[in-house]
């Protein structure tokens, strides 16, 4: 069994946006509630931590913008874009969303633990240097990426990014960068309008940007089909030193704010994708975050398919959501993602995949 850190704390409940704001707490509540079981909770790490310094925020946000989100302390509500509203403790508990990410990076560079599973609200895939957007405040998985470039001495890192909606923020932070590559799935269009199969980087970084553009209706083996052609085969050409998730639910069955189909069968094959993968190339280095996801029963299946994954073995009293991943190879050859040859042609120059005629 691998040893998986799980970053919880009831302070994330503490982020309201409001009554009928979607990102809203019960997201966390359900997952928190089965984790601390006893019979649940001896399987995991709970590791402490702290908020994350002002210092460490400047890796990826302006001073104006931090000094932003801070005057919200404190306010009922202050609206930092047209969907971003944050309440009193708002300002402490996105400083505590991203400290989890970092100490979770920290963690499993040192070897304290094989993966971690950061279950932390506000997202953050959407803030960019300059704003906070999409219900973000700060970009926790940037600010993680920044930390293990400049603090933790990596030389590359691959984030995967499967929300549903594009994660424009992380890929403007290292778009001119090839110390990251950063591959989004995605549906397209949908906010924010970006992530389109154009967008692979520019000067050093070309090429090192991976945008996967989807129309809606997509399910587990589409998602599988990505993972096997596209996914794979460039993380082992890029040989990253860790593998960063953003994990969104909300491509989930049935999620209000999207259309596709993935299942939590499709979220425990593509963890354990990821996981086998990073066995193989980076002593199993993973770390995942929570981004969106808005389907309650999607939170709570779909949390639990990453955390056994993660983990290596099913977890007692919970059934398994994958236990043959047989059952979505076997229908990757009957799943039509249209775009992949298009992609692969865009691509050819810079990645090479196995059936490609560039």
């Known amino acids: 069994m691998r040893t998986t850190a799980v970053y919880k704390d009831k302070r994330f409940l503490d982020h ?19 984790l601390e079981q006893k019979d649940v909770s001896r399987h995991f790490l709970f590791p402490s931590f702290s908020p994350l310094s002002e210092d460490i925020l400047l890796y990826n946000h302006s001073q104006t913008m931090i000094d932003e989100v801070a005057l919200t302390a404190g306010k009922t509500a202050v609206y930092l874009s047209g969907d971003t509203r944050t309440s009193a403790l708002s300002y402490e508990t996105s400083l505590l969303a991203a400290g989890a990410v970092i100490d979770g990076v920290r963690r499993v560079c040192d070897g304290e633990a094989d993966n971690a599973f950061c279950l932390v609200r506000p997202p953050g895939h959407h803030a960019e240097k300059h704003k906070s957007m999409g219900f973000c405040l700060f970009n926790n998985i940037a600010l993680a990426a920044h930390y293990c470039l400049r603090r933790l001495g990596l030389k590359k890192i691959l984030i995967v990014d499967w929300d549903l909606h ?22 397209y269009p949908q906010y924010p309008g970006t992530g389109s199969i154009e967008e692979i980087g520019q000067g050093d970084g070309k090429g090192y940007t991976i945008n996967i553009p989807l129309k809606g209706g997509f399910g587990d083996a589409a998602y ?7 996914v794979t085969p460039v993380a082992f050409q890029y040989q990253p030193d860790i593998i960063l998730v ?8 049935g999620d209000p704010l999207g259309i596709m189909r993935v299942t939590s069968a499709g979220f425990a094959y593509m ?47 919970i059934a398994p959501y994958l236990t043959d991943e047989t059952v979505i190879q076997s229908r990757l050859s009957d799943s039509n993602v249209d775009i992949l040859p298009h992609l692969k042609n865009i691509l050819g120059q810079y990645w090479t995949f196995q059936d490609s005629n560039v």
Do not use: W
């Not at 309201?16 to 359900?30: A, D, S, V, Y």
């Not at 599988?224 to 596209?230: L, P, S, V």
């Open 16 to 34: 309201n946006p409001g009554k009928t704001h979607p990102e809203t707490p019960k997201r966390l509540e359900k997952i928190y509630q089965v």
């Open 224 to 230: 599988g089909k990505i993972f096997e052609e596209i």
């Open 246 to 253: 953003s994990c969104g639910f909300d491509i989930y069955q």
């Open 166 to 187: 594009h994660g424009n923020g992380t890929q403007k932070s290292f778009y001119n960068s090839a110390q990251v590559l950063f591959c989004s799935l995605h549906q």
């Open 271 to 317: 963890t354990r994708k990821l996981v086998n993968i990073a066995e193989q190339i980076c002593n199993g280095k993973v770390l995942i975050t929570l981004e969106g996801g808005y389907n309650m029963e999607a939170m709570h299946h779909g949390s639990l398919a990453v955390l056994q994954e993660l983990y290596g073995s099913p977890i007692p009293g």
